[in-house]
């Protein structure tokens, strides 16, 4: 059982309290640090996310009408992309569990992106110089 005196659980109401209560149970279970890194892990496994990417463009979705600032879309795509092992124990991080929830249900109607390895291809020699340009493998 979880000790729900975490400073996090304070600001919480059903259903983020059941994340926030899963998530510690994971860690603990585990024996995981509680970082950045873990909560967006934990959050990739619940909402059946390809990659932080993924839910990063959920979360856009789910913030299309929304008028967010461009710095707070870019602290969230660091944050989901880039996540680092930042202490994640202190009780502003607890409006995180509150995105769980909300992700779930469009998580399906995000595609995750493609990632391809660029291919490349020479166009030009000389004695010094090697040039090489970024050819699209993606199919069209």
């Not at 109401?13 to 149970?25: F, H, I, K």
């Not at 992700?103 to 109607?109: Q, T």
């Amino acid at each position: 059982m979880i000790d729900d005196t975490d400073a996090r659980f304070r600001n919480l109401v059903d259903p983020a309290r059941e994340e926030l209560s899963l998530y510690l149970s994971w860690i603990a279970e585990n024996q995981l640090p509680d970082t950045e890194q873990m909560f967006v892990d934990f959050v990739i496994g619940r909402i059946g996310a390809v990659d932080g990417r993924h839910v990063f463009a959920a979360w856009s979705k789910l913030h299309e009408p929304d008028n967010i600032s461009e710095l707070e879309t870019l602290e969230v795509m660091r944050f989901f992309t880039n996540p680092s092992d930042a202490d994640f124990t202190h009780s502003e991080t607890s409006g995180w569990f509150e995105l769980i929830s909300p992700l779930y249900s469009i998580i399906d109607e995000v595609e995750p992106k493609a990632v391809a390895i660029p291919r490349f291809e020479k166009i030009a020699t000389s004695s010094n110089v090697k040039r090489m340009d970024f050819v699209d493998i993606l199919p069209e």
